[in-house]
């Protein structure tokens, strides 16, 4: 299974962009439950947003709920992250990762495989 995400870029604040994670390989994409994690410079990796397999259920972190939208579109083995309102603070590199057969999850440790990361930069 890969995952190659993309996306990323140069934003000023208040702007948006979409991300998105295609999987590819041996995969039934709708049976992976889905997510989006970030790691600003010099700190954790941490949760963003997930979605489950049907894309019926979606969880998000505190700091992105209202402002970030995950999605998937299981014909294309894409999944999306619409971003807006962006803060200097949501510098990072997003990357996503994928979950076969598991629920929501927001700990990095339940999922087994890992795009390589687009970088998001917030300017002031």
């Known amino acids: 299974v890969q995952l190659q995400a993309s996306g990323g870029g140069l934003v000023q604040t208040g702007g948006s962009l979409r991300l998105s994670c295609e999987v590819s390989?041996?995969?039934?994409?709708?049976?992976?439950?889905m997510g989006w994690f970030r790691q600003a410079p010099g700190k954790e990796r941490e949760f963003v947003a997930a979605?489950?397999?049907?894309?019926?259920?979606?969880y998000y972190a505190d700091s992105v709920k209202g402002r970030f939208t995950i999605s998937r579109d299981n014909a294309k083995n894409t999944v999306y992250l619409q971003m807006s309102g962006l803060k200097p603070e949501d510098t990072a590199v997003y990357y996503c990762?994928?979950?076969?057969?598991?629920?929501?999850?927001?700990?990095?440790?339940?999922?087994?495989?890992w795009g390589q990361g687009t970088e998001v930069t917030v300017s002031s």
């Open positions: 390989g041996r995969t039934f994409f709708s049976s992976y439950s």
């Open positions: 979605i489950n397999g049907g894309g019926g259920f979606t």
């Open positions: 990762a994928a979950d076969y057969g598991g629920s929501v999850s927001y700990a990095h440790w339940s999922y087994a495989y």
